[in-house]
T-cell receptor
């Protein structure tokens, strides 16, 4: 499974959009981009995933570049409860979830 | 609500004393996973069950075992916990190997 690179930390003002980048330059054609987050002392929470097209659900939007080498998770109106570690994971269908170090997002009032 | 349940949330055991952590699910998913997450590290897969088939990760120590008596329950047994086994243990489930995994809240294990 391809490796991902994320910034170790980011800040975001409450109410603003949080844009979390992820690089996955070695992604192959059958690999999906998954995003999970982990609030302190809780289990990881599934957010969204995609293959090629942009995806949106009630939690977030996922924008994948045309060459699929990078993606951005967008939380449109960040709240204090969105403070968490966000993991970008590239996974083949049926493959393992291999967590990297993620991005620690701090939403500040 | 359908969910993944882990009990207890906190478990204290003594060095060398066997301990069992439990996970149950109401999702009727075929696959159940156990992950270990040490402090300030990312979760790491230990093993998974696809139905009754057990799949161990190559680097999972022999000290860690698992049982799945039925679809709903899966147990993690640590035969002789060492201080280095103190961690958060996470259970996850998925409908199939290709499907999204959903995690429980975790059990934090302390070894004294």
């Amino acid at each position: 499974d391809a490796k991902t690179t994320q910034p170790p930390s980011m800040d975001c003002a409450e109410g603003r959009a949080a844009n979390l980048p992820c690089n996955h330059s070695t992604i192959s054609g059958n690999e999906y981009v998954y995003w999970y987050r982990q609030i302190h002392s809780q289990g990881p929470q599934y957010i969204i995933h995609g293959l090629k097209n942009n995806e949106t659900n009630e939690m977030a939007s996922l924008i994948i570049t045309e060459d699929r080498k990078s993606s951005t998770l967008i939380l449109p109106h960040a709240t204090l409860r969105d403070t968490a570690v966000y993991y970008c994971i590239v996974r083949s269908r049926g493959g393992k979830l291999i967590f990297g170090q993620g991005t620690e997002l701090s939403v500040k009032p | 609500d359908a969910m993944v349940i882990q009990n207890p949330r906190y478990q204290v055991t003594q060095f060398g004393k066997p301990v069992t952590l439990s996970c149950s699910q109401t999702l009727n998913h075929n696959v159940m996973y156990w992950y270990q997450q040490k402090s300030s590290q990312a979760p790491k897969l230990l093993f998974h069950y696809y139905d009754k088939d057990f799949n161990n990760e190559a680097d999972t120590p022999d000290n860690f075992q698992s049982r799945r008596p039925n679809t709903s329950f899966c147990f993690l047994d640590i035969r002789s916990p060492g201080l280095g086994d103190a961690a958060m243990y996470l259970c996850a489930t998925s409908r199939d190997l290709a499907e999204t995994q959903y995690f429980g809240p975790g059990t934090r294990l302390l070894v004294l």
